[in-house]
Structures are given as structure tokens and as C-alpha cells.
């Protein structure tokens, strides 16, 4: 039974896994449910260590994916992303709804305000990380999804709810 210590979520069994381990983390002044999902009951250690890596670094990876939404608001080009998830707010919403005022620019107030409500990490996939941000659970039921792979870099963006 090889035990193994992960940041936030303490130690468990690479042997006799779970499908799922979850916890309440805070980072960037938000609080933000973190999820570990396993296919199967085992996991190498090498994969342990690199899920250990990405977690000791979540604060930067976390960083990267408001990079990753300000640079996919900037490409105007990009689909079924950052701008398509704003402009359905703004046409279904009121201002007052949206939290944000009508005398500055509405979308730099949306980039400022949408945040992070979780994060699933798969330890044994392609899609390594899982990055929810929304405007607010009470507003809508639509999330901002953003994916990476276990180095932090971009594998898409999209809208889902």
C-alpha cells in the first residue's frame, strides 16, 4: 500500500484509489472547489509526482489561465470562447445583473470579474487540468471552461453549462 502526500489533499493509497477526492481551496481571493478524478483504482508514482508538481504550483497555473482568457478575449477570431461567453451575458442580462456599471468599458469590467469556482485535475489524461470561471453561481449556469495539460499550457477554451 504505497501512500503518497498531496498538497491539499493529504495522503492516499496509489493502490487503492478513489474515483474522486475532492476539497475547498482559496487562491487569487476566491474560494474554489478542487477535484483529483482517477480511472482507474492505480496510479504510477511518476504520475503522482507530476500531479504533486502541478499542485505545489497551482497558484501560477492558475495565474496562466486568466493569461489564457485575457488572451483568447483579445482574438477576436477565436469561437465559442471569452467573447462569445461575454456578448451571451450582455444580451441576457441587465447591467445591474452583470454586477458592473454602465460608465466603463463593460468587457474590461467582465475581465476583471469573472474568477475561478473550480478545478479538476485528471491525473492520467491528455486534458490534465480543468479550469471553471463564471460571473457568479447564483447568475448563471453557464461556466467558462479552460483545459491544460499537466505543464500548465492551453488545450482549449469553451462554453459549457
Known sequence: MPQFTLPYFGSIDSDVLENSYDTEIRLAGHDIELELNFADKRIELSSLQILKKYLDNIDDHLLKTKEFIDENYSDEDAEDGVRFYFEFHKEESEIEELGVN???????????????????????????????????????????????????????ITVES
Open 102 to 156: 454602465a460608465t466603463d468599458d463593460l468587457d474590461e469590467q467582465l475581465l476583471k470579474k469573472i474568477h475561478p469556482i473550480r478545478i479538476v485535475l485528471y491525473p492520467d489524461s491528455h486534458q490534465f487540468a480543468v479550469y471553471n470561471y463564471t460571473f457568479g453561481e447564483d447568475f448563471t449556469n453557464y461556466i467558462l471552461v479552460i483545459t491544460t495539460d499537466e505543464d500548465g499550457d492551453l488545450s482549449y
